[in-house]
């Protein structure tokens, strides 16, 4: 496995409101990430089966934890994660250092942003998997982001991501709970999450609470906020025009179904050209 790495990128709770945009929601929350979404695999088949049309090497952006990125490796592929994280990161680095040499080998990870991000290498395949886009908060930022894509894939090669299909009518006053799960050392974990709405600006706010408790210890919460710039279907068609792509494909799931008004994601699939 190579990796590269960027300058550190830190939190810290005593940050004022004017700073929580540019906190990175991911540095506290990293470790529970994959309790939730470890197990999720529908997309995974459903960018394998890209790869498989395209072949190698693939690009994921917004990498994370490898959860996408590991079984890719393992598949065969050879794979590079770009994230922002250096906490997302590190989790990636100690899952891929279990694997076997061979994966390993597969495997290249780069510590920085999407937007501005510099690879010698150009790829058949680059995706943005599970929601990622929407990290990017402004018209400038996701066209920045996908003109680098771009520029770094081969002549024809593709590029494809998933959102949500955004649900406007969620009601802001209720916390959800998405469910409560036992760690390997105890821990007991119940994940809430609450959600308020900004349509002027297009974005929304997620707020996640993790409730950490074990049975001889007092409860400690985690919290952690993230604001997301969700997409409607036809924008982002256009915007992937405007940066040099063809939609070729649009999906309403994993599996290849049509995209409908009950749809709960939008896929896309866009060729350079
Ligand atoms: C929802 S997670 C997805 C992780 C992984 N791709 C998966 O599907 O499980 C989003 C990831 O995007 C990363 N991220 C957000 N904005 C980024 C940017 N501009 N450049 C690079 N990484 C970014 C975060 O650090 C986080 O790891």
């Given amino acids: 496995m190579n990796t ?16 929580r945009e540019m906190l990175d929601p991911y540095e506290a929350s990293a470790r529970y990430y994959d309790l939730w979404h470890e197990d999720f695999h529908d997309d995974v088949e ?22 996408v990125l590991i079984p890719f490796a393992r598949a065969g592929f050879e794979i590079t994660g770009v994230d922002r994280s250096a906490t997302m990161m590190d989790r990636c680095t100690t899952k891929v250092s279990f694997e076997r ?18 690879l010698d290498r150009k790829y058949r395949l680059a995706f943005m998997p599970f929601n990622s886009f929407l990290h990017l908060l402004t ?15 081969e002549g024809g090669g593709l ?9 406007l009518d969620r009601p802001e006053h209720l916390v959800r709970h998405r469910g409560t799960r036992v760690t390997t050392q ?26 950490v408790s074990r049975q001889d210890k ?14 409607f279907y036809r924008e982002a068609q256009e915007l992937l025009s405007r940066c040099g792509f063809e939609v ?26």
């Fill in 159 to 167: 590029f494809s991501f998933a959102v949500f299909s955004p649900r």
């Fill in 101 to 118: 040499a061979d994966v390993q080998q597969r495997i290249e990870l780069h510590h920085g942003d999407v937007e501005d991000i510099k």
């Fill in 4 to 19: 590269s790495r960027a300058g550190e990128s830190s939190f810290d709770a005593s940050d004022t409101s004017a700073d």
């Fill in 46 to 67: 459903f960018y394998l089966r890209l790869a498989e049309r395209t072949g190698g090497p693939v690009l994921e952006c917004m990498s994370g934890t490898g959860r």
């Fill in 186 to 211: 105890g821990e007991i974990i119940s994940w809430f999450e609450a959600q308020t709405f900004d349509q002027g600006n297009q974005r929304t706010t997620v707020t996640y609470f993790y409730d």
């Fill in 218 to 231: 007092p409860m400690r919460r985690v919290t952690t906020e993230f604001t997301l710039r969700y997409l």
């Fill in 248 to 273: 070729i494909e649009t999906y309403g799931d994993y599996r290849g179904g049509e995209f409908t008004a009950t749809s709960p994601i939008m896929a896309f699939v866009a060729r350079k050209t």
């Fill in 139 to 153: 018209t400038a930022d996701q066209e920045k982001a996908l003109h680098n894509v771009r520029d770094h894939l």
